[in-house]
Structures are given as structure tokens and as C-alpha cells.
């Protein structure tokens, strides 16, 4: 079982960036792919992005391509989410999660972290 951690929420305005953090423990961290997703109150949990083992690859929703950038440090057992550009409809809660398999359905992921909040002011 994988324990994982996220970090760097808060309350920004619109146009701000923020960067999430997500640390692991428990297994070899290069040896499953990672992912972020995220819940609005009243809504379900949603894909944002998923990073490959190695880092080679990466998958984004339609709604943060090009404003949020995934990206994993192997030595450090951590992901990241750099989040550009935000808007209030980003606002949420922020999840990260560890699978053998990178799939957008957050069922699938295997372990999860507690959230960390993301707010974004008009």
C-alpha cells in the first residue's frame, strides 16, 4: 500500500499559479504511475492529470491542458501539479493518487491522499 500526501493549496485570485505537491511512501515510487484529480463541492471526483512511471508520458483533462503541468521527481518520491493561469472554476478539492495503470477513472486508482483545497476568487 501506498501513502501519499499532498501539499500547496490555497486561496488564490484568478490568473494566479499554484503548485501542488504529493509525497509518497510505502513502495518503490518509479514503480506506478500517478495521477491528480479533484472534487467541487456537490459534484464527483474528476481526472486532471496522470503522469507515467518514468515521467515519459503525461495525460491531462481538456478542461487544464495547457495551463497545468504534471511532472514527478523519482529520488524525491514526489509529484507535482503546476497549476497556471487558475480560474474559479478550478476551485476544489485536490487529490492525489497512485495506480499500476493510468486510467481517468478515479474507481480504478488504488490509493489515495486526504486533499489538500483549492480556492480561486473572481
Known amino acids: 500500500q501506498v501513502q501519499l500526501v499532498e501539499s500547496g493549496g490555497g486561496l488564490v485570485q484568478a490568473g494566479d499559479s499554484l503548485r501542488l505537491s504529493c509525497a509518497a511512501s510505502g513502495r518503490t515510487f518509479g514503480s506506478y504511475a500517478m495521477g491528480w484529480f479533484r472534487q467541487a463541492p456537490g459534484k464527483g471526483r474528476e481526472f486532471v492529470?496522470?503522469?507515467s512511471?518514468?515521467?515519459?508520458?503525461?495525460?491531462?483533462?481538456?478542461s487544464v491542458k495547457g495551463r497545468f503541468t504534471i511532472s514527478?521527481?523519482?529520488?524525491?518520491n514526489t509529484v507535482y501539479?503546476?497549476?497556471n493561469s487558475l480560474k474559479?472554476?478550478?476551485?476544489?478539492?485536490?487529490?492525489?493518487?497512485?495506480?499500476?495503470?493510468i486510467t481517468s477513472i478515479a474507481s480504478s486508482w488504488d490509493s489515495w491522499g486526504q486533499g489538500t483545497q483549492v480556492t480561486v476568487s473572481s
Request: charge should be negative; proline fraction near 3%; include cysteine.
Open 49 to 51: 492529470a496522470a503522469i
Open 53 to 62: 512511471r518514468s515521467g515519459g508520458s503525461t495525460y491531462y483533462a481538456d
Open 72 to 76: 514527478r521527481d523519482n529520488a524525491k
Open 81 to 83: 501539479l503546476q497549476m
Open 88 to 101: 474559479p472554476e478550478d476551485t476544489a478539492v485536490y487529490f492525489c493518487a497512485s495506480d499500476g495503470a
